[in-house]
């Protein structure tokens, strides 16, 4: 049972490059989160889907969109990297208010 | 944007001391977990609570949903070299809201 997959584990941009973060999970659960987590911040809400279908944002989600293709997968874009954006992505499951997480990618932009 | 606030932000103690953390929040809560993270990894769930007053075991770990519903508290017992770590306390807001808020952790370091 492989839970939470994420990838691309690694991933080093330019400034200005576009890139899709892709995340799968086989738990069968309804809702999914996008977070970022950077150092002495925590985990920061990116964009989340309560279920198949709806998208809404979380606490930054500017320079992010994000797709919720079905219900086992939930990608996260970003159109034009910027620096700001390094960071270590966490995508999530969740049901009956369990909240599972991936192993995380880590991005960065020079 | 909204965060916890968890404390102690880091600790160093010895191997078989007992460890106690907090997370405070301004808002109610439905929901607390409670979370581990090792270098390099995803957290992962140690306990979750859903009650008020709520007192839940996980081996060494006991963690309570506080009765105000505005604050969790996980202590540790016997600490052991394999619980160096960061712990993470995440709290879902109430009913219509599918969000679960972080704390910024504490680091557990334990001396051997």
């Known amino acids: 049972n492989a839970g939470v997959t994420q990838t691309p584990k690694f991933q080093v941009l330019k400034t200005g490059q576009s890139m899709t973060l892709q995340c799968a999970q086989d738990m069968n659960h309804n809702s999914m989160y996008w977070y970022r987590q950077d150092p002495g911040m925590g985990l920061r809400l990116i964009y989340y889907s309560a279920s198949e279908g709806t ?3 979380g606490e930054v989600p500017n320079g992010y969109n994000v797709s919720r293709l079905n219900k086992r997968e939930f990608s ?5 990297a ?3 954006q390094t960071s270590v992505y966490f995508c999530a499951s969740s049901e009956v208010g369990e909240l599972f997480f991936g192993e995380g990618s880590r991005l960065t932009v020079l | 944007g909204q965060q916890l606030n968890q404390s102690p932000q ?4 010895q191997e078989g001391e007992d460890v106690s ?4 929040s301004s808002s109610i809560f439905n929901t607390w977990l409670w979370y581990k993270q090792d270098p ?7 306990i979750a609570l859903y009650k008020a007053g709520e007192l839940t075991s996980n081996g060494r770990l006991t963690a309570q949903f506080g009765i105000t519903r505005k604050d969790s508290f996980l202590n540790i017992s016997a600490s052991i070299p394999s619980d ?5 306390c995440a709290g879902q ?3 219509g809201t599918y969000k679960y808020i972080f704390g910024t952790g504490t680091r557990l370091k334990v001396l051997a």
């Open chain 2, 84 to 88: 160096v770590g960061i712990y993470f």
């Open chain 2, 40 to 46: 390099g990894e995803g957290p992962v769930l140690l």
């Open chain 2, 10 to 13: 880091s600790m160093f103690i």
């Open chain 2, 93 to 95: 807001g109430t009913s």
């Open chain 1, 82 to 84: 910027a620096p700001s």
């Open chain 1, 76 to 80: 996260l874009r970003l159109e034009s």
């Open chain 1, 55 to 57: 998208t809404d944002k």
């Open chain 2, 21 to 24: 953390m907090n997370c405070t």
